[in-house]
């Protein structure tokens, strides 16, 4: 019996700490996977963080005899919390991509992931049941030193195997998603409307009205954005995107350049720290949240940085410049483009 405990206190080391270091290796994919749970977005941040810190602290537990059960009690009540979460989720009907490896694990949640979290539970609660078995020390100072040599050998070879297979499994991983999308891209281009899709809301068309909340929670409607029926341009930003983030130190620059002829409102996500973040990143005016991605689908908007031009007469005016270049281009190309009543050539942006 001691024997199966200390297997399985080494076990559940090792589940643990690949799990803490994926996370924490890819905090971004864990947040996402953390509202794709439910979680409130003002505890994604923190979560997202102590939660790995503390599946790293239990691991560190459970090798040692004197620490082994009190590990034990810990873990089984973090996986039977991570049970209950999946079995809520799956008896509402979702499915959202677990997560608990980080970004080997993005699959959707099903019955062999409530499952895998059960087993898991239950070999904790054999720990914090039964007591800790053998310490682990006991077992290297009992051994010979040509068994140590061997040991080590052993280990080595396991680690490497484990290492290797784990990156060959990244690799097929990431294979396997960029065969699909080259498939569906191709399907796209094979298609006849391939040729004129043009992405975002078409040129002219009525901008769709949204409520957005300022950094001091207050609504905003779209109507206030385009005080005195000035153009706005809406800027959708996300606070894990380096490429938004380049784009901070140019509108202090349009802010000061245009000024009260055309609005520029920063969309970011709604997020306790991601909100702080925005502000700091994007400065203290004109930066307004989103629940989640409500207006960016409003607006077709598939990917950050991504901006648009509302006229004054609140129609689309100008195509969706995607990416932190497509935005410069886009704000240039407003500075040329006279205020005046008719409207230019489509290809270029309308301002009335």
Request: charged letters at 15%.
């Amino acid at each position: 019996m001691d024997g199966v405990l200390l297997a399985t206190r080494l076990a559940l080391t090792a589940i643990l700490l690949i799990a803490s270091i994926a996370k924490l290796v890819d905090v971004g994919t864990f947040r996402r996977a953390l509202r794709g749970f439910g979680l409130p977005a003002s505890l994604v941040m923190p979560v997202g963080i102590l939660l790995p810190c503390t599946e790293l602290v239990i691991a560190l537990m459970l090798p040692w005899a004197p620490t082994a059960t009190w590990g034990g009690i810990a873990a089984a009540a973090l996986f039977a919390i991570f049970s209950a979460t999946m079995g809520v989720n799956l008896w509402q009907g979702r499915t959202p991509p677990c997560g608990c490896f980080g970004q080997f694990d993005t699959k959707p949640i099903g019955v062999p992931t409530l499952v895998r979290a059960l087993v898991l539970t239950a070999g904790a609660v054999l720990v914090a049941w039964r007591g800790p078995g053998t310490d682990i020390m006991q077992v290297v100072h009992d051994l010979t030193s040509a068994n140590i040599v061997w040991m080590i050998l052993v280990g080595a070879g396991a680690s490497l195997l484990v290492i290797e297979g784990a990156l060959m499994f990244m690799l097929m991983q990431q294979h396997g998603r960029l065969l699909i999308r080259l498939e569906k891209l191709e399907a796209s281009l094979s298609s006849p409307a391939a040729q004129t899709r043009v992405a975002g809301l078409p040129l002219g068309s009525l901008a769709p009205d949204f409520e957005v909340e300022s950094p001091s929670r207050r609504p905003t409607a779209l109507a206030e954005l385009m005080r005195a029926a000035r153009p706005v341009v809406l800027i959708f930003v996300d606070p894990d995107c380096p490429a938004c983030t380049s784009l901070s130190t140019d509108l202090a620059g349009w802010r000061r350049q245009f000024d009260t002829r055309i609005g520029i409102a920063v969309v970011s996500v709604r997020d306790a720290k991601a909100g702080r973040r925005a502000l700091a990143q994007y400065g203290n005016e004109d930066v307004y949240l989103q629940q989640n991605r409500e207006v960016a689908d409003l607006y077709k908007v598939t990917g950050t940085p991504t901006a648009v031009l509302i006229s004054g007469t609140r129609l689309i005016g100008s195509h969706l410049a995607e990416g932190a270049d497509a935005i410069r281009e886009l704000m240039a190309s407003l500075e040329s483009t006279a205020l005046q009543s008719t409207s230019p050539p489509i290809a270029q942006p309308a301002l009335l």
